[in-house]
T-cell receptor, first 112, second 115 residues
């Protein structure tokens, strides 16, 4: 069956460290993968998109990798700050529409 | 430069009533998507619309749910005869016409509580 999995347990790290979040999927062939941030009571906010033929994408303190062989994406936040505390969602896209398959999200808590 | 506007932000209905959720996409965006987020679950795709057309409704429950995006006015997600299991956050997202960058712009959601 098709699955997309993110760490369900919250990730707690110290300010200044690098946070690494994982997204694994099975039985999908995504054309691209996206990461979103969601704060409590708010809508998701787009962060990064990486296509199937790309290995790595960076944006400021954020880095995403995409391994279609392992069927895994890693999302890194370097020099993390308490303001980075939120839930991070990965989402697969299999077509050129906005129909996405979302993971459950991983909650990140950055302690000062 | 308003973002995606959803209203109401919170809606309380009794079982059997109707719920109407509205979404105005970002200016210039012609694609609208509705997603549902149940407590402790991820976002689930419901429907994809363009002006006056339903493009993909594969995620919509077969009964009681309908969506439209008329030529004028906001997109509407309508839930008839609501049940407790419909309690969730309903998010609308929009994107520009193709080709686009692929990102979705989400509203803040409408939180439906069914008593």
């Amino acid at each position: 069956s098709q699955k997309i999995e993110q760490n369900s347990e919250a990730l707690n790290i110290q300010e200044g460290k690098t946070a690494t979040l994982t997204c694994n999927y099975t039985n999908y062939s995504p054309a691209y993968l996206q990461w979103y941030r969601q704060d409590p009571g708010r809508g998701p906010v787009f962060l990064l998109l990486i296509r199937e033929n790309e290995k790595e994408k960076r944006k400021e303190r954020l880095k995403v990798t995409f391994d279609t062989t392992l069927k895994q994406s890693l999302f890194h936040i370097t020099a993390s700050q308490p303001a980075d505390s939120a839930t991070y969602l990965c989402a697969l896209g299999t077509s050129n529409t906005g129909k996405l398959i979302f993971g459950q999200g991983t909650t990140l808590q950055v302690k000062p | 430069n308003a973002g995606v506007m959803q209203n109401p932000r919170h809606l309380v209905r009794r079982r059997g009533q109707e719920a109407r959720l509205r979404c105005s996409p970002m200016k210039g965006h012609s694609h609208v998507y509705w997603y549902r987020q149940l407590p402790e679950e991820g976002l689930k795709f419901m429907v994809y619309l363009q002006k006056e057309n339903i493009i993909d409704e594969s995620g919509m429950p077969k009964e009681r749910f309908s969506a439209e995006f008329p030529k004028e006015g906001p997109s509407i997600l309508r839930i008839q005869q609501v049940v407790r299991g419909d309690s969730a956050a309903y998010f609308c997202a929009s994107s520009p016409p193709l080709p686009n960058t692929g990102e979705l712009f989400f509203g803040e959601g409408s939180r439906l509580t069914v008593l």
